[in-house]
């Protein structure tokens, strides 16, 4: 098993920067893609925000291409997703999420990122 625990959301004005951090624990040399995803609002579906693959391939959705970083320090267990030039619609709460090599999937708690206008 992987816990997944999130950290660094909070309340920026757009234009701004966040830094989200997720560091896990447990079986982790199983871990094979990590990465981000967000929700708008309860109900709605997830969406994959970025991923990153433990040899450092990384993939966005378009919207936050040039503007989020995604990152991973493999000794630590814990990605980050540096998110700059932040607008209102990027609020949501953000999903850690990890991906084993048996392809089981693992989620954090969720942190809330809200970007005023």
């Known amino acids: 098993q992987v816990q997944l625990v999130e950290s660094g959301g909070g309340l920026v004005q757009a234009g701004g920067s966040l830094r989200l951090s997720c560091a896990a624990s447990g079986t982790t040399f199983s871990i094979n893609v990590m990465g981000w995803y967000r929700q708008f609002a309860p109900g709605k579906q997830r969406e994959l925000v970025a991923r990153i693959s433990r040899r450092g391939t990384t993939a966005y959705v378009d919207s936050v291409k040039g503007r989020f970083s995604i990152s991973r320090d493999n000794a630590k267990n814990t990605v980050y997703l540096q998110m700059n030039s932040l607008k209102p619609e990027d609020t949501a709460v953000y999903y850690c999420?990890?991906?084993?090599?048996?392809?089981?999937?693992?989620w954090g708690q969720g942190t809330q990122v809200t970007v005023s206008s």
């Open positions: 999420h990890a991906e084993s090599i048996g392809l089981n999937y693992y």
